[in-house]
């Protein structure tokens, strides 16, 4: 029912900054919606979530560097991300997740951020 489009990825340099964008179909109100990473030969990993509400998980690796927001009225969820190592290299997912009688959950296509010198 939702596409997610994601954009904002690009190559970048160590300690540099990015912002991702996800940008939805519809209205994004009654989702929780995230951003997710895989790097080659990893799993696919928790970066940030933010409720309806706009209560806000960051994994560990991640907190206090990026920063997850949503603007519902645009439909879009972003992902500020400061002080970028090179261990963030991954291909960054947008998620949106419905909570009701049933779950329904939305991936985007990804985009590349890639943070080398």
């Known amino acids: 029912q939702v596409q997610l489009v994601e954009s904002g990825g690009g190559l970048v340099q160590p300690g540099g900054s990015l912002r991702l964008s996800c940008a939805a179909s519809g209205s994004i109100s009654s989702y929780t919606m995230g951003w997710y990473r895989q790097a080659p030969g990893n799993e696919r990993g928790l970066v940030a979530t933010i409720t309806i509400g706009g209560i806000t998980i960051y994994a560990a690796s991640v907190k206090g560097r990026f920063t997850i927001s949503r603007d519902d009225a645009k439909n879009t969820v972003y992902l500020q991300m400061n002080s970028l190592k090179p261990e963030d290299t991954a291909a960054y997912y947008c998620?949106?997740?419905?909570?009701?009688?049933?779950?329904?959950?939305?991936w985007g296509q990804g985009t590349q951020v890639t943070v080398s010198s």
């Open positions: 998620n949106a997740v419905y909570y009701g009688i049933s779950k329904r959950q939305y």
